[in-house]
């Protein structure tokens, strides 16, 4: 008999503990969240508070806290929230020289103690990060992957429902690029229960919906003090769920491209197709001229921040 699905979480704030919560109540598998010696106590009291919840609620999941590498060890899934979190008035790329080297610290732990695991990074700069767990641990394309189309595309299905004034469930969307401001939310790709959402929305206000799309992050860090924690934590369960269950989701995802949509070594958001392989393909769809366009200057800042990484 198979036994429980072992999936392990690098960081312990607040998108790890969202993380930790969801993976225990919807018992995809035991959880174990780790952070640095210094931040143990908070995972292990995270973990002991959502063991005690599951007694209520009648969630059947093993939840450890810990700050060693050695307890990751057979995990089948990693995700990464390590790093410092985003203040007011910092950019995402601000913090590449202050999680860099967090990163690699956590990719030599992933690589020497899961060395057989499916890695989802959502810490930013997200596309240098993924890029810099990819490189690290040599593990490729297949089982390294960075939650932000998932997480963007959401956060414009938001946008777009309520502008509409109709169901989130109805509202479906799609966001390419780098996960930054020149992300690339696709209006070709709108649709509201197979209608085209620009026969339903005004044009301007479409526009306007997509420039909040690309500040959506910085829009909570204003008003929270802090980055997101919610949905970044659901984009990384439906990745990871996807992965679980073999369910071959077709979900936007920071993959690393090998030549298609014409770009080579650099992770880049793009539709992929998530299954018990990992990234079992990448999908290469029809952009308008204008997208096309979009896309180019999103993969230029993702490549300068990339370059700029590799000389730190």
């Excluded at 969801?22 to 508070?49: F, M, N, Q």
């Excluded at 989802?120 to 390294?144: C, H, Q, W």
């Amino acid at each position: 008999m198979t036994g429980r699905k072992k999936i392990s979480l690098i960081g312990a704030g607040n998108i790890g503990g969202e993380l930790a919560s969801l993976l225990a109540r919807r018992e995809l598998g035991d959880v174990v969240l780790l952070d640095i010696p210094e931040k143990e106590g908070l995972a292990r009291g995270k973990a002991l508070d959502l063991m005690q919840a599951g007694a209520l609620d009648g969630f059947d999941a093993k939840v450890t806290g810990t700050s060693n590498y050695a307890d990751i060890q057979g995990s089948d899934v990693v995700i990464v929230t390590a790093g410092v979190p985003r203040k007011p008035g910092m950019s995402r790329d601000d913090l590449l020289s202050i999680n860099l080297k967090i990163i690699r610290d956590v990719a030599q732990g992933i690589k020497t103690h899961a060395p057989h695991a499916f890695v989802i990074v959502i810490s930013n700069p997200l596309d240098a990060m993924v890029y810099e767990m990819n490189k690290v641990t040599g593990f490729g394309r297949e089982r390294v992957v960075g939650m932000a189309g998932a997480l963007d595309s959401a956060r414009f299905q938001c946008f777009l429902a309520d502008a509409a004034k109709v169901s989130v469930k109805e509202v479906k969307t799609l966001v390419l690029g780098g996960h930054g401001d020149t992300m690339v939310p696709c209006l070709s790709y709108c649709t509201i229960n197979g209608v085209p959402a620009e026969q339903l929305v005004h044009a301007d206000t479409l526009n306007a919906i997509v420039e909040r799309t690309r500040m959506g992050g910085g829009e909570i860090v204003k008003l929270m003090g802090t980055s997101a924690y919610f949905a970044p934590a659901a984009g990384a369960i439906a990745m990871a769920e996807s992965y679980l269950k073999d369910q071959k989701r077709l979900l936007p995802a920071a993959a690393l491209l090998k030549g298609e949509y014409g770009y080579n070594d650099v992770y880049l958001g793009v539709p992929v197709v998530l299954g018990g392989k990992g990234v079992e393909r990448v999908v290469e769809i029809k952009l308008s001229a204008n997208e096309k366009t979009m896309l180019d200057k999103s993969v230029a800042a993702v490549q300068e921040l990339i370059a700029a990484a590799q000389k730190l």
